[in-house]
């Protein structure tokens, strides 16, 4: 039996077709894809507003925080870009100092303002220099129609006591007290009382002068100083 055999005629080849794209399928890149976002579905009633057939696109918020990742291997939390550091707060130097001089400065003011009002006082009471009277019953050559009449007197800083007998100038005797000292002496209001400190029954002269106090004790017939 013999074998048939078949043969197959060759085909020609044709070298004048030119390659075309066409005859392959060719993919988009991926970098020239466009995604479209699927609008939502609109009511049947408003299918004609060309203003909701528009699509609705996304904005980003500017607020959002970009992260970033650091490399592999490593911590994956995220780390903002803006990192808030604690402020440190200095203190106000300056307006502490401006306080404490304006503090100064009103006590300043608050205390020559005080010495000028009480030196006006004593200038209306007491005059310059500074003059101080009073009229009392001592026993000496007085009586009621006629006191004795003391004058309480600061020249320049001495303090001089003058005594009318009976309101006799003629008989006036002088009496001398304690020098003042200080800032002002002279401005010292000087006054006088009478009272019987010992209780012999006779009046004693208290000289006043600030806070301090000086007795002249009576004899009958004229003051001495304790």
């Not at 440190?88 to 401006?98: E, S, W």
């Not at 020098?179 to 002279?186: E, H, N, P, V």
């Not at 002269?205 to 004899?219: E, K």
Request: without cysteine; negative net charge.
């Amino acid at each position: 039996m013999e074998t048939a055999q078949t043969r197959r005629a060759a085909q020609p080849m044709h070298h004048d077709v030119e390659d075309s794209d066409a005859f392959y399928e060719t993919r988009i890149p991926s970098s020239a894809r466009r995604y479209q976002q699927s609008a939502p579905p609109i009511p049947h009633d408003t299918t004609d507003d060309p203003a909701l057939l528009m699509p609705i696109t996304q904005r980003r918020r500017a607020s959002t925080p970009t992260t970033r990742y650091p490399q592999e291997g490593r911590h994956r939390d995220p780390i903002t870009k803006t990192e808030i550091l604690p402020t440190q707060r200095r203190f106000p130097l300056v307006a502490v100092l401006v306080g404490m001089v304006s503090m100064v400065l009103l006590f300043m003011t608050i205390g020559a303002l005080g010495t000028w009002w009480q030196t006006y006082q004593d200038d209306l009471h007491y005059g310059r220099p500074r003059t101080s009277q009073i009229d009392a019953i001592v026993g000496h050559s007085d009586s009621a129609a006629h006191p004795t009449h003391f004058i309480f007197l600061n020249l320049h800083g001495h303090v001089d006591i003058i005594e009318m007998p009976g309101g006799d100038a003629s008989h006036m005797r002088v009496y001398t007290g304690p020098i003042l000292y200080g800032d002002k002496a002279d401005l010292v209001p000087v006054t006088g009382e009478v009272r019987d400190v010992n209780h012999d029954g006779k009046a004693d002269l208290i000289i006043h002068i600030q806070n301090q106090q000086i007795i002249f004790l009576n004899t009958g017939q004229v003051f001495k100083e304790q």
